[in-house]
């Protein structure tokens, strides 16, 4: 199916300005440049962690920079390798693709890299007094942080924009979608446009508020807050990927929306979508390691390893959006372009689709158990054992402490979970489509919204940092 109504080409031919006779020469060169290359920077990164002494923002810088190189490198060389070794150099479209992403992703990542190493330099030179202060470990957690995103968001915009240009001179007669929206009668329209965005405001004003809080109170500088400051900035970019865009549609009456622009916003909503999940299954592991292990939670719940969780949780976010955006990118959109939902959904574009959706569906199914199902089951095991470990203290007063620090982060999950659950288990009087979409608007306007509400009504730390950031403003107003 995809041959016939997507494009001439499938796949590309790799021709290498080699001669035949030369290949085993260049092959062995290359090969060993490779392995060099992996095991030299490798070395970098393991050194670099076991001595205590490389613990600066410096060796930092370097040990991330030496994982990019290595990345860097596999993108291309194994692949180069085994064509020498191939007497047919093909590479598939969609592996192209994908080189290309992750080759421009590292290209870019290793110049925001070196950028704040020169950085690093100047403060360490030019201010050596305040070196300990400017460079603290949040700001260098936080420039590897941002170029990780500037890097995925440069990649991105470039694979986008070809394999939208592709699809128009090979693919597809559909240039842009409708986005119906809510089922809503017109007369409705304002209600619920004004319901919304009061909806939206509170979203972003209250999880803004939390990371502000957060950010400004030192007791809240711990891993548990670490944690729920990005999940409130996460919120805030989950609704901000569908909300805006519905409102204008309910007050312009433009249901019109261009084709990248639709993939683009599908593969945003994939992502902090999978995000929500791991940063969710991060704060249960640090809720049973503060209630199970109680004595060993600073040893444990390091800063580095927040880091790391945070870290991981975006690169394997990025990993699942991606690969559902390129499988999306080669399919064919005929005629049909209604979509009937209020924002592009992966699941809706897939049966608007006249090419074989058959890998596509493989990989929702695959990809899915690894970023939501076993989120979940983790959640629940940490779960199982704090339970297990309350149910064990004597005292009443140590109950209610216990029930107290993991209470918000519970109902949380409860009502994120509960909705996917409602969703597949419980029947429903109204149509597909229209349970699809009301349960769509729990994940991205509801459950958003709730966040900051549970956190702040059930949290003495969140409330107390609240009042003394009024007391502050109001000292200052008077």
Request: charged letters at 10%; glycine letters at 4%; one cysteine or more.
């Amino acid at each position: 199916m995809r041959r016939e109504n997507q494009s001439s080409v499938s796949e590309f031919l790799l021709l290498g300005p080699i001669r035949p006779e030369q290949q085993g020469v260049f092959f062995a060169l290359f090969l060993g440049m490779y392995l060099t290359t992996v095991l030299g920077n490798l070395l970098i990164v393991l050194l670099i962690r076991l001595d205590p002494r490389l613990h600066t923002p410096m060796y930092f810088f370097l040990s991330h920079l030496a994982f990019t190189d290595v990345s860097f490198s596999s993108v291309t060389v194994p692949k180069m390798l085994m064509d020498m070794h191939a007497k047919y150099k093909s590479i598939p479209y969609a592996e192209c693709i994908s080189q290309m992403y992750f080759f421009i992703f590292f290209t870019d990542l290793d110049s925001f890299l070196i950028t704040s190493m020169a950085y690093d330099r100047y403060v360490a030179i030019c201010h050596p007094l305040h070196y300990t202060t400017i460079m603290r470990e949040e700001l260098c957690a936080l420039l590897v942080a941002v170029s990780w995103i500037l890097s995925c968001a440069s990649s991105l915009s470039h694979t986008l924009l070809l394999t939208q240009f592709m699809r128009r001179e090979n693919q597809s007669s559909v240039s842009e979608f409708l986005l119906l929206g809510l089922p809503i009668w017109p007369e409705q329209q304002g209600m619920f446009f004004a319901l919304f965005l009061g909806m939206y405001l509170t979203t972003v004003l209250g999880n803004l508020l939390i990371v502000l809080l957060i950010r400004l109170d030192p007791r809240l500088h711990t891993p548990m807050y670490f944690f729920l400051s990005h999940l409130a900035l996460t919120d805030v970019s989950f609704s901000s990927v569908t909300v805006p865009r519905m409102l204008i549609n309910m007050h312009f009456q433009d249901q019109s929306i261009p084709y990248s622009e639709c993939v683009t916003q599908m593969y945003f909503f994939i992502f902090f979508t999978d995000l929500d999940n791991f940063l969710l299954t991060s704060m249960a592991y640090d809720r049973y390691v503060a209630i199970c292990h109680p004595l060993c939670y600073t040893t444990i719940m390091r800063e580095r390893v927040c880091i790391l969780l945070v870290s991981v949780s975006w690169v394997l976010s990025c990993a699942s959006a991606l690969s559902h955006t390129l499988l999306l990118a080669q399919l064919s959109f005929c005629a049909d372009n209604a979509i009937p939902h209020f924002f592009c959904d992966l699941g809706v574009l897939l049966k608007l689709s006249c090419s074989d959706t058959a890998l596509n569906e493989l990989v929702i199914f695959t990809v899915g158990v690894a970023v939501i199902t076993l989120p979940l089951i983790c959640i629940l095991i940490s779960y199982g054992h704090i339970g297990a470990t309350i149910l064990k203290i004597p005292s009443t007063r140590g109950i209610c402490k216990a029930l107290s620090t993991c209470g918000s982060h519970l109902s949380v999950v409860s009502l994120y979970y509960g909705t996917i659950i409602g969703l597949y288990f419980f029947p429903s009087s109204s149509s597909s489509s229209d349970k699809n979409i009301i349960a769509s608007v729990m994940y991205t306007v509801v459950t958003p919204l709730l966040n900051p509400f549970i956190y702040s009504l059930r949290n003495r730390d969140m409330k107390g940092s609240l009042e003394k950031l009024l007391n502050r403003v109001i000292a200052l107003c008077q």
